[in-house]
């Protein structure tokens, strides 16, 4: 397992955000699929927050191919994935005492999604 030194946290966080890719993956999903998260439950790295697991949302925007997060983390390699910005009512992720006007946005991977 590879571990993360203090010393080098700085230098990781200059690198910025997931990388993009080029490659020709074809998206699965286009603005507007409506799509639910998977309910993983991983031992390790995931970018796919609890509160959001077996939720549904919309695809607001594809982004294109990046590096997965969890697979990078695990040492599995690049593993490129489609991105997406979904679009998630916030009664559906914090339930009836929220407000019935507010979206959260989350960019998530292919691995995390199912059509709706």
């Given amino acids: ?12 966080l ?3 955000g997931p990388a993009r890719v080029d490659e020709d993956i074809p998206a699965r999903f286009r603005p507007g699929d409506r799509v639910v998260t998977r309910n993983i ?6 970018r796919l927050p609890r509160y959001a697991r077996g ?3 919309v695809i607001h925007r594809h982004h294109g191919v990046f ?3 969890d697979a990078h983390a695990a040492g599995k390699g690049k593993c490129p994935q489609n991105l997406y910005s ?5 009664l559906e992720l914090w339930g009836g005492d929220a407000c019935a006007r507010d979206s959260i946005y989350l960019d998530l991977w292919d691995d995390y999604l199912d059509p709706a």
């Avoid at 397992?1 to 990781?12: C, E, F, I, N, P």
């Fill in 14 to 16: 200059l690198k910025g």
């Fill in 1 to 12: 397992m590879r571990v993360l030194k203090a010393d080098d946290v700085g230098k990781v």
């Fill in 67 to 69: 590096v997965c997060p």
């Fill in 86 to 90: 979904v679009r998630f009512s916030a």
């Fill in 41 to 46: 439950n991983p031992a390790g790295h995931t």
């Fill in 55 to 57: 939720k549904h949302g």
